[in-house]
């Protein structure tokens, strides 16, 4: 696959917010070319995962 293939992959599982394998296929497209778009896309998914709202868990 090419690295185009594994940024729509991911894409994809962001749709469905599988993030592991959103996280897996930007990998591989980094893997493939270091510059590539996937870079701001695996840090935005860490964002996401990483986002923690203290209010949410006190009623």
């Known amino acids: ?7 729509a992959q991911g894409d994809a599982a962001w749709k469905r ?6 996280l ?5 497209a980094i893997a493939q ?3 590539s778009l996937a870079v701001e896309k695996r840090e935005m998914v860490m964002q ?5 709202n203290k209010d949410m868990l006190n009623p």
């Open 1 to 7: 696959m090419t690295e185009e293939d594994y940024i």
């Open 33 to 35: 070319d270091p510059e």
């Open 24 to 28: 897996d296929s930007y990998a591989k």
């Open 48 to 52: 996401i995962i990483n986002f923690f």
């Open 17 to 22: 917010q599988d993030w592991k394998q959103c």
